[in-house]
């Protein structure tokens, strides 16, 4: 379905409106009745998260697992060399003497040692108008404070190192303090249209809209989120909209069901009753789904690589997505089918062109390439680069810019980048990537690579040596550049339920639920961060088992729900399983599929004033994340909620096979206290 083919929907479903909605329409209220019922609904919130355990978020440049490390960095002789003797296999074997050192991460970066995960305020309002019995009007702002007491990574810190610190990507994001709320592409511009932020606040509109109710049709036209799916950690039909992980990431209390995460978009919703079944569709504007930023409490992306947001540029903020979804019921039983025609808002991730000159690689760089190439600049008469062709020029100038070839590739000489082969590999083991074919992929799609003395490798030993090598000679490290795009794919989506009826109280009146995803050519992110994306077809199925049961005539009934989901091609968070079972020494093999169980329910107590809550989500590869929690109704408006995250990515089985573990340092008591009124 092209963006053509939504457009003509969304015309025939207007015209099917136009049928059915009275030729005049109902009276409207005075504007004196329609204020004196206006509804109005506001409370705040403080949610507060703090660590138990001595883990930190690796991902972040203050709390990297290299800070306290000393690694030993020796130099190799490139491959190619004239006049040097050679190894078999050209790998990097030849130390050079004297050209060697023992870095430690922490001497250039500071380190950070945050007790908080999470302190925000909130201030959430409703509004309701009723112009007429037909027509109101709904508007929710929601207002968030993040004062930023993390004791976070300020890149200003760093403005020395290297001779120019970090000088890439968008400087709202990288050349200061962490900014903790803007989502934001290069160009300034928030990726949300309604949406008023900055570093420590954001304010946006969850719902502003219009519904018009009718003879059996409503219609919904305004920034809204659309919630087609039912799971607790699964979204399997739930597919119209993105998520935001700004707020607590995926960390927050788990039966909400996505209903904070949800990226509002503007769009136009229908929703028709015909008989039995109910016709539900959605034309609207793509809106991707927000990632934390760098160096914020639950980033998720190495804080090593610049992040470029392709949102504007690729001129994806003018891209339509649209579905449409039958479901009926039949008594205790019922069917849904969808079809849907979006932008992946995930996205995809590739090595791009840093576009950025430094000058540190010069001097350093320069005096170990005299020492292997035997050149005395200027004048490159009789020497040799890698690929056994004359120096390249970028060195025979005599300005010697290394720093203007190493612009045009995706690696640049600049602070708080990768600063060993040790740790690019377990970097790219923790993002799910493979770093030997990585590197190789990242050198062909950008060959001005190979006139820095850089050059494909054929074992992780070898790419380790060279690694040490260039890194060394830069005095630090390297920064790597990567870009964010979107891809159209069609979504296909079958369901059906069942309501048991049996004379055992326990096996009567479960709710079972099975819904089911297709989507052909859904294109991932590559393991290697190729431009060539990652395209395979992708099959999801989900089953819930649900229920109702009261444990004694003083207790309100208990809720108590099973689910599992399987995944063909990718995790819970859309990466794809290609990448997953590396570590340090292990490139990574891949898993066939990925498995998820979730075993959750809740019981209130008489009058409801507390209510106990537990969910566990399981991975079948051996991690598992459990949440018990405590609400409070503590009367007057006033609520609490206590909960605990526990996470563990290798409770059994291999650690890096598990979902979970970039998020397993995350073992935090949380707290949400909120007034309503």
């Known amino acids: 379905m092209t963006k053509q083919h939504v457009i003509a929907a969304a015309v025939a479903f207007a015209g099917l409106s136009a049928c059915v909605i009275p030729a005049q329409a109902q009276e409207f209220y005075p504007l004196s009745r329609v204020l004196e019922d206006m509804k109005v609904s506001t409370a705040i919130r403080i949610d507060a998260a703090a660590r138990t355990t001595s883990a930190q978020n690796f991902n972040n440049q203050g709390t990297n697992y290299f800070n306290d490390v000393s690694v030993d960095r020796q130099a190799f002789v490139p491959p190619g060399v004239a006049g040097l003797p050679q190894t078999q296999g050209n790998d990097w074997a030849i130390p050079v003497p004297g050209f060697n050192d023992s870095f430690r991460r922490g001497d250039q970066v500071p380190i950070d040692d945050p007790d908080m995960n999470l302190l925000q305020t909130r201030i959430e309002s409703e509004m309701e108008l009723n112009f007429s019995r037909s027509l109101r009007f709904v508007a929710r702002v929601r207002g968030v404070y993040d004062p930023g007491i993390y004791d976070d990574f300020d890149a200003r810190s760093v403005s020395g190192a290297q001779g120019s610190g970090i000088v890439g990507g968008d400087p709202n994001l990288y050349a200061g303090e962490p900014n903790y709320m803007e989502a934001i592409a290069p160009n300034g511009r928030n990726i949300n249209p309604l949406e008023f932020s900055g570093q420590n606040y954001n304010i946006d509109f969850p719902a502003l809209l219009f519904e018009y109710r009718t003879r059996g049709l409503t219609l919904r036209l305004g920034n809204q989120q659309i919630a087609w799916g039912q799971s607790i950690a699964f979204q399997t039909f739930d597919i119209p909209n993105g998520l935001d992980f700004r707020r607590h990431s995926i960390l927050d209390r788990a039966q909400e069901e996505f209903s904070d995460k949800r990226v509002p978009t503007l769009s136009l919703r229908g929703t028709y009753q015909l008989g039995r079944m109910v016709i539900d569709g959605f034309v609207g504007k793509f809106q991707p789904t927000i990632l934390s930023n760098p160096n914020t409490p639950y980033n998720v992306i190495p804080t090593q690589f610049t992040v470029r947001e392709d949102y504007f540029r690729g001129g994806f903020d003018e891209k339509i997505n649209g579905g449409v979804r039958l479901k009926a019921d039949y008594n205790n039983w019922g069917w849904q089918a969808m079809v849907a025609s979006r932008y992946n808002p995930l996205g995809a991730f590739s090595w791009t062109r840093s576009g950025v000159t430094t000058d540190v690689a010069d001097n350093l760089f320069g005096g170990l390439a005299a020492t292997l190439y035997g050149v005395k600049r200027p004048g490159c008469e009789g020497s040799q680069n890698p690929r056994n062709g004359p120096l390249p020029q970028a ?238 109704n503590i009367g007057s408006g006033f609520k609490a909620d206590f909960f605990y995250n526990y996470v563990d990515s290798g409770v059994w089985g291999k650690r890096s096979e598990s979902v979970f573990s970039n998020v397993d340092y995350a073992d935090e008591v949380a707290v949400r206290l909120s007034y309503s009124f």
């Open 395 to 632: 060195l025979c100038r005599n300005s010697g810019s290394l720093g203007e070839a190493l612009s045009k590739t995706p690696v640049v000489a600049e602070a708080g980048g990768v600063t060993s082969g040790r740790e690019w590999f377990t970097y790219a083991a923790e993002a799910k990537l493979n770093g030997l074919e990585g590197w190789n992929v990242m050198l062909n799609e950008f060959p001005d690579a190979f006139d820095v003395y850089l050059r494909e490798a054929d074992s992780m030993e070898e790419l380790r040596n060279q690694l040490d090598t260039v890194m060394y000679a830069a005095g630090g490290g390297y920064r790597g550049y990567i870009n964010r795009e979107y891809f159209r794919e069609e979504v296909f989506g079958l369901g059906g339920k069942f309501v048991t009826t049996s004379d055992n109280s326990l096996l009567n009146a479960i709710i079972l639920n099975v819904e089911m995803q297709y989507t052909p050519e859904r294109v991932f992110t590559a393991p290697t961060l190729s431009n060539d994306h990652l395209k395979s077809d992708e099959f999801i199925a989900s089953f819930v088992a649900e229920k109702w049961t009261r444990w004694s005539a003083k207790y309100p009934a208990a809720y108590l729900v099973f689910q599992y989901q399987f995944r063909s091609e990718s995790d819970l968070v859309g990466l794809n399983l290609d990448g997953y079972g590396g570590d340090e020494n292990t490139i990574p093999e891949g898993i066939p599929n990925a498995n998820y169980f979730v075993l959750a329910g809740f019981q209130p107590t008489p009058g409801r004033t507390f209510v106990f809550e537990f969910t566990s989500l399981f991975d079948a590869r051996g991690g598992i994340l459990v949440q018990p929690l405590l609400k409070w």
